[in-house]
T-cell receptor, first 110, second 113 residues
Framework: GENVEQHPSTLSVQEGDSAVIKCTYS??????FPWYKQELGKRPQLIID?????GEKKDQRIAVTLNKTAKHFSLHITETQPEDSAVYFCAEGTGTALIFGKGTTLSVSS | DSGVTQTPKHLITATGQRVTLRCSPR?????VYWYQQSLDQGLQFLIQYYNGEERAKGNILERFSAQQFPDLHSELNLSSLELGDSALYFC????????????FGPGTRLTVL
């Protein structure tokens, strides 16, 4: 069935370091891959997304890469700041729903 | 603020009871999605409505049902509540299909005692 695996489940970095979160998916027909950031008790907020006709997308300190052949995509955050601390979810758009990974808790210490 | 509204913010009820959660999508969005978020299960897709009609079903229990009204707001009905139904319930909306950007509402926290 549809499944998105996300790694790592927790990630601790020092302020200024880079953070990388990876996801793999199973449905080769998927063509939309968003990333959401969720702070404690708040709504998931879209931070970046990528579609299957693009290999990489960047928005300031955030970038996403997609490898359709290997069925994986990654979130890269550079120059991390304490306010980047949150849970990050990847998702796969299958045409009927978003299937989410289980989340990565990112902690950025100053 | 995503433009998606949900009421109520919090609900506390007892096992066996029935509750209704309400969602209003962003202006112009035709699709509404319901998700359940519990600590050990992450974000689970429940059901999608598009322009009043059910479009897709996920891991939604038979005790749960939903509908989307002509003004496009949606309601999620949860009945015969169990302790394990305690969770955050999010509604999201998108312009049309699930591969359009989905914007999440603030959620309803349901506590079943």
């Amino acid at each position: 069935g549809e499944n998105v695996e996300q790694h790592p489940s927790t990630l601790s970095v020092q302020e200024g370091d880079s953070a990388v979160i990876k996801c793999t998916y199973s449905d080769s027909a998927s063509n939309y891959f968003p990333w959401y950031k969720q702070e404690l008790g708040k709504r998931p907020q879209l931070i970046i997304d990528i579609r299957s006709n693009v290999g990489e997308k960047k928005d300031q300190r955030i970038a996403v890469t997609l490898n359709k052949t290997a069925k994986h995509f990654s979130l890269h955050i550079t120059e991390t700041q304490p306010e980047d601390s949150a849970v990050y979810f990847c998702a796969e758009g299958t045409g009927t729903a978003l299937i989410f990974g289980k989340g990565t808790t990112l902690s950025v210490s100053s | 603020d995503s433009g998606v509204t949900q009421t109520p913010k919090h609900l506390i009820t007892a096992t066996g009871q029935r509750v209704t959660l309400r969602c209003s999508p962003r202006s112009g969005d035709l699709s509404v999605y319901w998700y359940q978020q519990s600590l050990d299960q992450g974000l689970q897709f429940l059901i999608q409505y598009y322009n009043g009609e059910e479009r897709a079903k996920g891991n939604i229990l038979e005790r749960f049902s939903a509908q989307q009204f002509p003004d496009l707001h949606s309601e999620l009905n949860l009945s015969s509540l169990e302790l394990g139904d305690s969770a955050l319930y999010f509604c999201a909306s998108s312009a049309s299909s699930s591969t359009d950007t989905q914007y999440f509402g603030p959620g309803t926290r349901l506590t079943v005692l």
